[in-house]
C-alpha cells in the first residue's frame, strides 16, 4: 500500500512538472477560444454575470468559465489564469486515471503506470495547457468510471453520488463530452451482468448516480429545453450530421483519419498538436496494443466492455467531426488510452517474470517515450514560428501597445481580427471598444488630430508598408515597440504616436479639388501605370477629406468608361465599395481626416486599344443615388469626377 501510494505520488508530480513548469510563458500568446472564457470569468468573478449557458462565440457550457473566473479572482487579469485552471484539472484528471485503474486492476499497478502515461501523453499534456474546456473532458470521464467502479466494490453511496457529479460536471463542461453518457450505462450493464448477486445494490446506486447527474445538470437541461436550437447548433456547425451531410463515404474516411491520428497522422492544428504527429508514440503504441490483447483475452469481464465503449465513444466527435483527425473534441478518450498503456507495461513487467534484462527494456521503453514527449513538447512545438502565430501572440502584443497609448488620445488599430477576444482581454473591454479599426490591405486612414493625440497600434509586417506609409504622413510621429522577443524574426508589434496639432502629408501626383454631396471632398490621386495593358490591373490611388458623416452608408465608385458596347453599355471596368474594404462606414467617419484609398481596376483581357476615361465619386448605398459633384475644379459630369483619359496599349 505504501509504496503503490509513494509511486502515485511521484507520478502526479511529474504531471504537475509537465504542466505547471513555464506555464506563463509556453505557449505563448493567448488564443481567442480562451480569451473568450477569460472575458466570461471576469463577468462572472465580478458578480456582472452567472450564465446558464454561454450563448458567444457559437456557444459554450459554462463550467470553465465558472472554474477560470476562481483563478482570477486569485491571481488577478493575467493572460495565462485559464491555463493554470486547465493545468489543475489536467492534474485531477491524472489523480482520478490513477485511482481508476486501481479500482478496475486492484494490485497489479495499473494505475500508477496508467497515470504516468496520461502524465506523459503530448496530446493531454498539450490541453492541460491549453485554457478551455476540453481538458474538462477526459478528467469528467475518468473521475465518473473510477467513483462508479468504486461504489460497485464497496457499495459506498458516496462513490455512487460523485460518479454522478462528476458526470453532470462533464455534460456542463463541454459539448463534446454528451457522447461520453453512454460509457457509465455499458458500464452499468456490465457490471450488472457480471455480479448477479450485487445487482440490488447496483440498481440503487445507479439511481442515485443518476439523480446526481440530473441535478446538477438541471440548470442546463431547462435551459436547452426552453432554446432546443442552442443544444444543436455546435453538432449541425461542426460535425458531418449537419444540413450539408456528406453520406456514408465521408463519415468512413473521418473514421480512418480518426484512427489513424492515433498512430500515423496526427491532428494538423498547432493550437492542438505537433502538426502530424500522432497521438501515441512508438513504445505507447505497442504497450497500448498488449494492453488491448490482455483486454480481448478477457473480453467477458466488465472492464474490456467497459474501456471498449469509452474507446468508442471517446473518439466519436472526431469520426464525426469535418476536421478529422481532431484532438480537441476526442480528448475524453486519452484516460482509457493511458489505461490500456499502463495495462500493456503491467502484462510485459509480469512476463518479464524477474527478469532484469527484459525489465530493464522495458524500463527503457518507458523512459524513452517520456523523453519523445519532452522533445517534441517542450523542443519542437514549443520554439516553432508557428506556435506564436496559432496562440495570436500578435493580438496579445497590439493589447499592450493599446495600454500604452497616451490617456485621452484617439486610438486606431489598421487591422481588423475577426475574433477581437483577444485584444478585448489584453487591452479592457471599454478600452477596446474604443478602438477604430480597418483594414489597411488597400487603404491608410490619417487623423488630423486637433487638441488630443492620436496613434495607431499596428503590426509592422515587412510586406504590409503601413508603418512606412504613416512615417512619411507625419515624419514627426513617434515609433515604439511593445511586443514580445519572437523566434524567426517574426513582426513587431508597437504603437506609432502621432502629437495633437500634427496634419497629414499625403503625396499625389495630381491635385484635385471636389466636393461630393458636402460629405467627402477629393484633394488628389494618382494612377499607375501609366500605359496600362490588357489583362493588367489599373490602379488609382485617391486622397479625400472627410467633412462630414452621412446618415446613409455610401459607397465609391471607380469607372473606367469608352466608346458604347454592343449592349450600349459604356462601363469596361468598376469597382464599388465602401472605403477600406468596407470596414470604415461613411456614417461613422471622422471629420477632418484623411482617406487615401487605393483602388484596382482589373482589366479584362480583350479589352480594345484606345482611350478611356476614369472617373470616381459616391451614392448612397441604399437608394442608389450619386452624391452631387459641386465646387470642383476639373470636368465631372453625371454626379461623377472625370479623373483623366487612360490609354490602353496594344497587348
Known sequence: MKRSLLLSTAVLLLAAVFRLWQISTLPPGLHSDEAFHLLNAQLIASGRSFPVYITGNNGNEPLFAYLSAITLLILGPVTWAGRLTSAFVGLIGVAATIRLGDEMFPRRGVGALAGAALAALMWNVIFSRFGIQPILAPTAAAATLA??????RTGSRWAFALAGVSLGLGLAGYVAFRIFVFVPLVAGLALL????GRRRALFTGGALAALCTLLVYSPLAVFFIQNPQWFFLRYSETTLLGPDASGLGALLDSANKTLGGLVLQGDPQWAHNLPGRPALDVPQTAFGVLGVGVLAWRWRKPQAVTLLAWLVAGLAPSVLSKEAPHFGRAIAVTPVLALLIGLG???????ANGSRPWQALIAAAGLLSLALSMFAFFGAWAHSVELWTAFETEEVDLGRAMLAAPRGARLIAPYAPPHPFTIEYVAGVSAYGGVETFDA????LLPTPASEPAAFALVNFPDTPVLSRLQAAYPAGAWNVYSVPKPGGQPYVGLFQIPAGL???AAVAVTRSADFGGFARLVGFTVTPNTPRPGRPLKLQAVWQVV??????????VHLLGAPKADGNVVYAQHDAQPCSDTIATTDWTAGDLLVQDTTLDLPADLPAGSYTLQTGWYDSPSGARAPVTDDAGPHANDAAQLQQVVIAQP
Open 503 to 505: 496634419a497629414p502629408l
Open 345 to 351: 507495461l503491467s502484462a510485459a513487467w509480469h512476463w
Open 548 to 557: 462630414q458623416k452621412t446618415p446613409t452608408a455610401d459607397k465609391n465608385f
Open 147 to 152: 467513483a462508479l467502479w468504486r461504489g460497485a
Open 441 to 444: 490591405a488597400d487603404c491608410m
Open 193 to 196: 451482468v457480471a455480479h448477479p
